[in-house]
């Protein structure tokens, strides 16, 4: 009877053996299969990632480019305001050369009318007096 279990744990330790070569065996093959699967995707995903990387190249050109755009936009509004500020110096300018204009023109005018006001009454009051 020792014999006969001697036999059976013998054929056990044999099939046991055969099926942990025959897992090794696959695992081997899945290892195998595993490999050329994350090549593969390396293989795809290699050029992805160069092309991802492009492009985040591009969109932070592009941002810079916004960036210095904005910056110019900036600038040309204050030189907007500075010469809106210019042109209402200047027009105020001409608004006060103007009021001064007339002013000086109707002091001018005043200053005729009374001249020869007067020049024509001294007129007529000697001519009067020498007839």
Do not use: W
């Not at 936009?73 to 105020?92: F, L, M, P, T």
């Amino acid at each position: 009877m020792s014999n006969i279990f001697l036999g059976i744990i013998t054929l056990a330790a044999v099939v046991l053996v055969v099926y942990v070569v025959y897992m090794i065996l696959n695992l081997k093959r899945t290892i195998a299969s595993l490999e050329r699967f994350v090549e593969t995707t390396e293989a795809t995903l290699q050029p992805a990632l160069e092309e991802l990387q492009a492009t985040l190249k591009s969109v932070r050109k592009i941002t810079d480019d916004v960036g210095t755009l904005t910056d110019d936009i900036r600038h040309i509004s204050g030189s907007v305001r500075n010469v809106g500020e210019a042109v209402d110096q200047v027009s105020y300018a001409v608004k006060s050369a103007a009021q001064a204009s007339v002013s000086e023109t109707k002091g001018l005018k005043a200053g005729i009318r009374a001249g020869v006001s007067y020049f024509l009454r001294n007129a007529c009051l000697r001519g009067g007096t020498q007839q």
